[in-house]
């Protein structure tokens, strides 16, 4: 599963990439938000994985015994999405409202918008 | 995009969401769950709400601007987190019990605070965001 | 912050209240400010009495120290000392500085940005103190480089006059240059000594002489100091910086800041004592500055433009006497920086008054000035007689000093002794130029009319010029309070003590020589245009114009640096840097390839997961190749459930509820938001679309390669385990996610709500406030 997974990540990225160098902004945040899921399937991955041990501790134990998934990844992934959600919301309004001034999501243009 | 069916069962849905969300905030020591999830759960109810009944339905229903949400859980957040400066005199964010304990929510700390806190600017944030976007445009 | 005040040092307080009392004039405003002038001159004034009362201390020979911590990790404390030379420097600042600050009440009066100028005047006054009484070479090279920068913003002072931007930026340039030499010399002599406290770093002269490192210490140290005064070939910022009003060339450009070098090269002049480079080199270029700089005087016709020479040509014979090194060539060098601050400082404010009276500075046109200035005239003449060195002016117990150590030189004595006796005859001639030459003859048609100056444009100069002659009287005076214990300090040998009179002998025969053939130079050469047009013509091999060329490719050099990288593009940016990362990546994986299977680690693959990834790829493949901006958020919102099962899988509920609310959030806000914008176009041509799809490609696979390889490492879970061990122990909870979120790593937590709160703020105010009405 591992080798497929990271072909998955590998994907994400390559997709996220390929969005991120279009023209336009609508097609750039798209582009952000696969690579963000790239980003956390990596961090996730690098955890290693375990099937279907969450880390919680048992009723009437102390602490965890054996094998179990990491809990530091899955903490820095749940705050990478939470945050994520943040920065996409802002990002699309900003875009938006961008839009409505120099009546163009093309980024070359806005561009120009500039040296008026 | 108002059925009749989907309104019904939104006023239904929408006090079952809002006690599972809190029922998800208060477990979420002991088992999945927490003040994000919590939040976000919470915050799906209310939106779901505004598209069955329509936006100013939720809002008189909510009464306050969520956005005010957002204060308030931050200083529940940061109170719990500065207590143990105040009452115990220990380092920040340090936890705090009350000894016994509670059915069905477990033990009592400030832990239990700040996940509130983080509950509360998550309804906050998402709703205001949510409810701003749909109102403008 | 009582606390803070307490350790505060009064040093640091003292140096401080410069930069306080620049920050309040700031608040007081212009018109304000305009009626009570003369009390920003109390600055000044109160400073030099707090430094003079430390006179009687430094005359036994005591040295005072200050400390107050700064940035204690890093060593560099604010440490200010207080021995003969700081102390004749604090004392040059602002003893001048009070007749300057009043001067220019006067001057300036109906300039309109008065304030503004005293602001940088006390900045300038502030930095030059801290400079010349740090202890600390970090803390002296911060206070150095707040010289340069105030110094850029007076020279600048007319800032509607375009040379006068030019020749600020050319200073602040070649000064700029001095000050990271400085820095450079800082950090090498820190780390060579480990110590970064100056008196502390001589415990070991040795480290500055020899090695390998000792070399750059001493290029790093010259440079700094010939750039900050002027000596050749740097010399050319100087007579630029005489666009600056005349104050300020008289506080900065002849009386403190020039000679900040000088105060450099002496106060490491004991560091160096073991370098046989050292003296020889500043040997070399202080004679070939005072030479070059004296036949300049002859050619100039600008009064500032001839004082600017002279002023490089004392500077040169300064560091010449430090070169020279001796007992007698340091006392020299002491009594040389106070002689030339006072006769140099009295005729900058000679010939501002003369500007400001009779409105031209041009030497051919003036003449006969005494009828409505005698008390400038008289000023004037007794800073020439000091020049001069003519008795009983101190600056004839200064000249004679250089000679008698210049004879002392042993081998080169002859060599030596003629280039500082040439140096001196025209030193005499700018003396009385400037000093004399404007006041005698007759009265030209075209300066009937000059205004008769107030005591004020008057005054000050012509205490100087007194100064002058009473220190040449007592020199006991100076001798006891400064050269006695600064020579012996900086050179190890006691002084000799200083006279006015050392009978008929052949110093004295020498000091006649000098005296004559100037005032015979005097009388004999005309400064005249046709003069002054002749030497211009030699600029094209003049340092400045090759230093400005160099500067001028350099700057194109940049500009084209910078359309190629900062072109604007966004895209262009990501390109850079994904080719860079993935040439890295590529070298990496082909040079040491170490992508295997270790096929017992991996888990059996279920037919669910299958299909999950199948779902996902084409879920991926749609949101990218989709036409409508719909469809791309469906497909955007599949590929995050996808995700949310893969979380479910392996052991992740917490992850899997998050991604799962999140993803339903976000796919709502685009559909809310996308409604609004413009059609997908497609807008790269199938080139482009061709380039980039093979960059993010290869990258994408390069990724997957890393992945693997990393896989078959053992992750270190030392983080892993010790919260698994302590969660229930410490944080009494069982969900380890939930208990790292608000315990152990609560403050990260609390972070990101407020990051939230930030975003949401955003959001309303970008979408709420300051619309337009037709946006409503």
Excluded at chain 2, 3 to 19: D, K, M, Q
Excluded at chain 2, 100 to 126: M, N, R
Aim: glycine share 8%.
């Amino acid at each position: 599963m591992e080798i497929l997974l990271a072909i998955m990540t590998g994907i994400l990225y390559a997709a996220g990439i390929y969005l991120i160098l279009r023209r336009s902004l609508v097609k750039l945040i798209i582009g952000i938000v696969l690579l963000g899921n790239g980003v956390n399937l990596l961090i996730f991955l690098m955890g290693g994985l375990v099937k279907g041990r969450p880390p919680i501790i048992p009723e009437d134990a102390k602490h965890l015994e054996g094998l179990f998934a990491d809990p530091v990844p899955q903490a820095l992934i749940l705050t990478a999405i939470v945050i994520s959600f943040g920065l996409q919301s802002f990002a699309i309004v900003l875009i938006k409202r961008a839009y409505k001034v120099v009546k163009t999501d093309d980024i070359d243009a806005m561009n120009e918008t500039d040296r008026i | 995009m108002k059925s009749i069916i989907l309104s019904s069962a939104s006023n239904y849905l929408l006090p079952l969401l809002l006690l599972f969300s809190v029922f998800v905030l208060l477990r979420g020591h002991y088992l999945p769950g927490g003040g994000f999830i919590g939040g976000l759960i919470a915050s799906i109810a209310f939106i779901l709400h505004a598209f069955a009944n329509g936006l100013k339905k939720t809002r008189y229903l909510l009464r306050i601007h969520p956005g005010f949400l957002i204060p308030v859980g931050l200083t529940v957040a940061i109170l719990s987190a500065v207590a143990p400066m105040i009452f115990a005199d220990l380092p920040l964010l340090t936890g705090l019990w009350y000894p016994d304990e509670i059915p069905v929510i477990g033990k009592i700390g400030s832990a239990l605070f700040f996940d509130t806190g983080v509950y509360l600017v998550v309804v906050g944030v998402s709703l205001t965001i949510i409810f701003t976007i749909s109102e403008t445009v | 912050m009582l606390l803070f005040l307490q350790e505060m040092s009064t040093m640091l307080f003292a140096i401080l209240s410069s930069f306080i009392f620049a920050l309040v004039l700031f608040f007081i405003g212009q018109q304000r400010f305009e009626r009570f002038t003369w009390l920003a001159s109390l600055l000044p004034l109160g400073l030099f009495i707090y430094f003079a009362q430390f006179i009687p201390a430094i005359a036994n020979g005591d040295v005072i120290h200050f400390s107050t911590k700064w940035v204690p990790s890093l060593g560099i404390n604010l440490d200010f000392q207080l021995d003969g030379l700081s102390l004749l420097f604090t004392l040059l600042i602002t003893g001048i500085g009070s007749l300057v600050f009043i001067y220019s009440k006067e001057y300036l009066k109906e300039n309109n940005k008065l304030l503004r100028f005293y602001c940088y005047l006390s900045v300038f006054m502030g930095a030059m103190l801290g400079l010349v009484t740090s202890n600390n070479i970090i803390s002296m090279f911060v206070f150095w480089e707040l010289t340069s920068i105030s110094s850029f913003f007076l020279i600048s002072f007319k800032n509607t006059d375009k040379e006068s931007r030019k020749s600020a930026l050319l200073a602040l340039s070649i000064t700029g240059l001095g000050g990271l030499s400085l820095l450079a010399f800082a950090v090498l002599a820190g780390q060579l000594t480990g110590t970064y406290t100056i008196s502390e770093m001589l415990t070991n002269p040795e480290l500055f002489a020899q090695g390998e490192l000792s070399i750059f210490l001493l290029v790093f140290l010259l440079l700094a100091a010939f750039t900050k005064s002027a000596q050749f070939p740097f010399h050319f910022w100087l007579p630029g910086a005489m666009r600056a009003p005349t104050p300020v060339s008289t506080y900065l450009h002849s009386a403190t800041m020039v000679k900040a070098g000088v105060y450099l090269l002496l106060r490491f002049s004991p560091h160096f004592s073991l370098n046989e480079y050292f003296g020889t080199i500043l040997i070399i270029f202080g004679a070939i500055t005072m030479l070059y700089a004296a036949v300049h005087t002859l050619f100039r016709t600008d009064l500032k433009g001839i004082l600017a020479y002279s002023t490089i040509g004392a500077l040169g014979i300064m560091v010449f006497l430090i070169g020279i090194g001796t007992a007698e060539a340091i006392t020299a060098a002491i009594i040389f920086i106070m002689v030339h601050a006072l006769y140099k400082a009295s005729l900058f404010l000679v010939t501002g008054t003369i500007d400001y009276g009779a409105g031209t500075r041009d030497i051919t046109r003036l003449a006969g000035l005494r009828k409505f200035m005698l008390p400038l005239s008289i000023a004037g003449l007794l800073a020439a007689i000091s020049s001069a060195g003519i008795p009983p002016s101190v600056g004839f117990v200064g000249k004679d000093l250089i000679y008698e150590s210049t004879l002392h030189a042993g081998l080169n004595a002859g060599l030596l002794t003629t280039i500082a006796l040439v140096t001196n005859i025209f030193m005499v001639f700018a003396g009385f130029i400037v000093g004399v030459k404007p006041f005698i003859g007759k009265l030209p048609e075209h300066l009937s009319e000059t205004e008769k100056p107030n005591f004020i444009l008057w005054g000050p100069p012509i205490l100087l010029a007194l100064l002058g002659v009473v220190f040449g009287l007592f020199p006991g005076l100076l001798g006891n309070l400064f050269t006695d214990n600064i020579a012996a300090k900086l050179s190890g040998v006691e002084a000799p003590h200083l006279k006015l009179w050392h009978g008929f002998n052949f110093i004295f025969l020498l000091s006649l020589i000098t005296i004559g053939a100037g005032l015979l130079l005097y009388v004999l050469w005309k400064p005249s245009k046709s003069k002054e047009t002749f030497i211009q013509r030699f600029d094209v091999l003049a340092p400045k114009d090759l230093i400005i060329l160099f500067g001028n490719l350099f700057s194109q050099l940049s500009i084209f640096l910078t359309r190629l990288f900062q072109n604007g593009y966004l895209r262009r940016y990501v390109m850079i840097l994904l080719v860079i990362l993935t040439v890295v990546l590529g070298i990496h994986i082909f040079i040491n390839p170490r992508v295997f299977l270790n096929i017992e680690q991996i888990k059996s693959l279920d037919w669910n997961e299958i299909i999950i990834c199948i779902i996902m790829f084409f879920a991926i493949l749609f949101t990218v190749f989709s036409k409508s901006r719909l469809s791309a958020v469906a497909g955007l919102g599949i590929v995050g459930y996808a995700m949310c099962f893969i979380f479910v899988f392996y052991g992740a509920p917490d992850l899997a509820m998050t991604q799962f609310t999140i993803d339903t959030l976000t796919v709502i806000l685009f559909v809310l938001v996308l409604y609004r914008l413009p059609k997908y176009l497609r807008m790269s041509n199938p080139t482009n679309r061709i380039r980039d799809g093979i960059i993010a490609l290869t990258f994408g696979t390069f990724m997957s390669f890393i992945i693997v390889e990393i896989m078959n490492e053992n992750p270190v879970k030392n983080v892993t385990e010790f919260y698994s061990e302590n969660a229930y122990v410490l944080a009494k909870g069982k969900n380890i996610v939930n208990v790292i979120l608000v315990d152990f790593r609560g403050f990260d937590t609390m972070i990101e709500i407020i990051v939230l709160s930030i975003a949401a703020i955003g959001v309303f105010a970008l979408l709420k406030l300051y619309l337009k009405k037709h946006e409503k």
